[in-house]
């Protein structure tokens, strides 16, 4: 898929579903699950290098994990999900100049196709505007914006009448701008459903309910991996659990017998030997 596609999709009435990844094997999880859209999201601050917000992570990290995320694509180009990087705080707040020097970077050195940014203000528009006409697809990102978070919070965004138009008002604007798509994180399901019906561009949503164009989460959130997940993003399985429980077990097949410890009937020790690693 091309950014393109995107509003064709939406013409078509189809569903665009976007996943987050951060390496090759994420990347290779959600392709063969079928995703539309690999957003490397700069949730991943949090999510994979463990930072407390989204503000430390840098362009050059963001760049590295889109090239490992492309690395785990093994479709065919032409069959693979859309590839799409998140600008990192403090990469396109300066100005036009520094957010094409940034968004350009990282079309130049992955295999991203568009650049995802945050906000509505007139100076993040006209940097968007600069962005499309230097031929650098965006998507927006409105609601709950990470990136703020210290104006902000993590709170549900857009819950009075006048900040509803207020986002109305950006996401027009954004539209304006250029941009392929808009991403809604938790806003009120009726605002983004009348937005999806007033844009033409595709509305994706996280906690905006289920009257969007399309879904966006973060894997990581999806499949339980993460400590904690947002109320809007409930976890599918309980990955973590999962996980911690197959190690527990491994590490406790795979130490060596103690002495001391109890001998079956035939004398050998109670805990099985260790599966031995397919390559030995
Ligand atoms: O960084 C991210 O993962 C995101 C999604 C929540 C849309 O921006």
């Not at 568009?114 to 528009?125: C, F, I, N, Q, R």
Request: charged letters at 20%.
């Amino acid at each position: 898929m091309r950014p393109g596609d995107l509003v064709a999709r939406k013409q078509a009435g189809q569903p665009i579903l976007m996943l987050t990844a951060w390496d090759a094997l994420s990347a290779s999880l959600v392709e063969e699950a079928g995703g539309d859209v690999l957003l490397v999201g700069d949730s991943l601050a949090m999510v994979v290098l463990g930072h407390a917000t989204t503000l430390p992570v840098t362009l050059a990290e963001m760049i590295g994990h889109t090239q490992a995320v492309a690395r785990g694509l093994r479709r065919p180009l032409a069959q693979q999900p859309l590839l799409i990087c998140d600008l990192p705080f403090l990469s396109y707040q300066c100005g036009s100049d520094q957010a094409v020097a940034a968004a350009g970077r990282v079309l130049k050195e992955s295999a991203a196709a568009a650049v995802k940014l945050e906000g509505g203000e007139p100076e993040t528009v006209a940097v968007v505007d600069r962005l499309v006409r230097s031929g650098i697809p965006v998507m927006g990102h409105l609601g709950l914006t990470p990136q703020s978070v210290h104006r902000l919070g993590y709170r549900r965004q857009a819950r009075d009448p006048i900040s509803q138009e207020r986002l109305r008002r950006q996401a027009l604007d954004l539209e304006a701008a250029g941009c392929c798509a808009l991403v809604l994180e938790h806003v009120p399901a009726d605002l983004a459903g009348s937005l999806r019906r007033q844009l033409a561009i595709p509305v994706i949503g996280i906690g905006a309910g289920d009257d969007c164009d399309g879904q966006v989460r973060v894997t990581a959130d999806l499949l339980g991996l993460t400590p904690s997940q947002p109320p809007f993003s409930p976890p599918l399985l309980a990955g973590r659990q999962l996980c911690v429980e197959a190690l527990r077990s491994w590490l406790h097949s795979a130490a060596p017998p103690q002495e001391g410890d109890p001998l079956q009937a035939d004398g050998s020790p109670t805990r099985p030997a260790a599966p031995s690693a397919p390559h030995c």
